[in-house]
């Protein structure tokens, strides 16, 4: 059974830092590209990033670029956001999600974590 | 940046037809999927490609699309349908939600 499990969320003060994991099982973690996607308290989803299989080509939306970094450790099947001078507007549910690609060449999301919730204020 | 309009909500009667689209620029060029999710849960799949089906997705979900516009259509729309819904596209490589659109069931 494919599991997404993320940690690592808590309070913190505007400026500070966090270090979210997503811990997966169930699947051939190395295969996959993975990205994080966020919602903020009553809002809709967002992207913030996403890293491809050996983690040499991340990507971020313009809103987290130059603050967080996505990683991964495909020995230990784990996913990583490290986000730095975190702001009141990056206060959100953070979600690990995988990425499935068909032959027709469409990709989607098809297992998330449950999410792990990170609260910016001071 | 690229974006998806979608409405806010959209309301139906049980065992009535509900649709909600999503719009975008050029969006009969891309792909679309859509998401649902109810309240406290994480998201899940209900259309991809446009058009397909993940398999125990109920056959009453199906998707469209016409110009730039997509449209998720649940057909005789049960009270367990309400969530919220996000069409998503690529654009770019880059990953673009619409802002969801609450489908209430009265």
């Known amino acids: 059974e494919v599991q997404l499990v993320e940690s690592g969320g808590g309070l913190v003060q505007p400026g500070g830092s966090l270090r979210l994991s997503c811990a997966a099982s169930g699947f051939t973690f190395s295969s996959y590209w993975m990205h994080w996607v966020r919602q903020a308290p009553g809002k809709g989803l967002v992207w913030v990033s996403r890293l491809n299989t050996d983690g040499s080509a991340p990507k971020y939306a313009d809103s987290v670029k130059g603050r967080f970094t996505i990683s991964r450790d495909n020995a230990k099947n784990t996913l990583s956001l490290q986000m730095n001078s975190l702001r009141v507007e990056d206060t959100a549910v953070y979600y690990c999600?995988?990425?499935?690609?068909?032959?027709?060449?469409?990709?989607?999301?098809?297992?998330w974590g449950q999410g792990t919730l990170v609260t910016v204020s001071s | 940046s690229y974006e998806l309009i979608q409405p806010p909500s959209v309301s139906v009667s049980p065992g009535q037809t509900a649709g909600i689209t999503c719009s975008g620029d050029?969006?009969?060029?891309?792909?679309v999927y859509w998401y649902q999710q109810k309240p406290g849960q994480s998201p899940v799949v209900v259309i991809y490609q446009n058009t397909k089906r993940p398999s125990g997705i109920p056959e009453r979900f199906s998707g469209s699309t016409s110009g730039i516009t997509a449209t998720l259509t649940i057909s005789g729309t049960q009270p367990v349908d309400e969530a919220d819904y996000y069409c998503?596209?690529?654009?770019?490589?880059?990953?673009?939600f619409g802002g969801g659109t609450k489908l209430t069931v009265l």
């Open positions: 050029k969006l009969g060029d891309k792909n």
């Open positions: 999600t995988r990425v499935y690609c068909t032959t027709g060449g469409g990709c989607y999301f098809d297992y």
């Open positions: 998503q596209a690529w654009d770019n490589d880059y990953v673009v």
